[in-house]
């Protein structure tokens, strides 16, 4: 009888959890971010799902708590793959990581395969989509931070202080043009 009641309050406590924690996710999305709705910069980069990303954090909704963190990242991951430094970049994933090569997806689990693999992961057309894109033209959503058309995600960990990192690389053709 006693494990029922606990059960059920375990539920109950739950429920409320997830209501409050979607009711703060919409109310975030209410507050100002410094510009009216209909102000565009020119640039056609695409903006991130439900809303405008904050003046503060505009990695927000990818999950990112350290802007200036994630941005450093970015620039040196950027760096790296334009001296063709491998560990450096290798340095910069959240493994393990997923490597799409068109439709078959491969896990890369280390540092070390990360190396070993870098010419099949960092290809040409990658290489070329970090070297193109500015970090204030980043798309964000939900499901992280994508650089090019899709060719490279980034992520956060969930650990305090959290890190930044590649998390997918699409090798084939990009799923979003």
């Given at each position: 009888?006693?494990?029922?009641?606990?059960?059920?309050a375990m539920?109950?406590?739950m429920t409320a959890m997830v209501l409050s924690a979607a009711l703060a996710i919409s109310l975030a999305g209410c507050g100002s971010s410094g510009g009216t709705s209909g102000e565009t910069s020119g640039s056609s980069a695409p903006q991130a799902s439900g809303g405008s990303p904050s003046a503060e954090n505009p990695y927000a909704a990818a999950g990112v708590s350290d802007p200036a963190a994630f941005r450093q990242m970015f620039e040196d991951l950027k760096t790296a793959v334009a001296a063709n430094d491998k560990e450096?970049?290798?340095e910069h994933a959240l493994y393990p990581i997923r490597v799409n090569v068109g439709k078959v997806a491969v896990e890369v689990k280390t540092k070390e395969d990360f190396v070993k693999q870098y010419e099949r992961i960092m290809t040409e057309k990658v290489r070329k989509a970090l070297a193109a894109q500015d970090a204030d033209t980043l798309f964000v959503n939900e499901e992280g931070v994508m650089a090019g058309k899709g060719?490279?995600?980034f992520g956060a960990t969930a650990e305090t202080p959290q890190r930044y990192g590649i998390t997918t690389v699409n090798v084939g053709d990009s799923p979003r043009r």
């Open positions: 009888m006693k494990k029922a009641n606990v059960t059920v539920l109950r406590l450096k970049v290798a060719d490279v995600w």
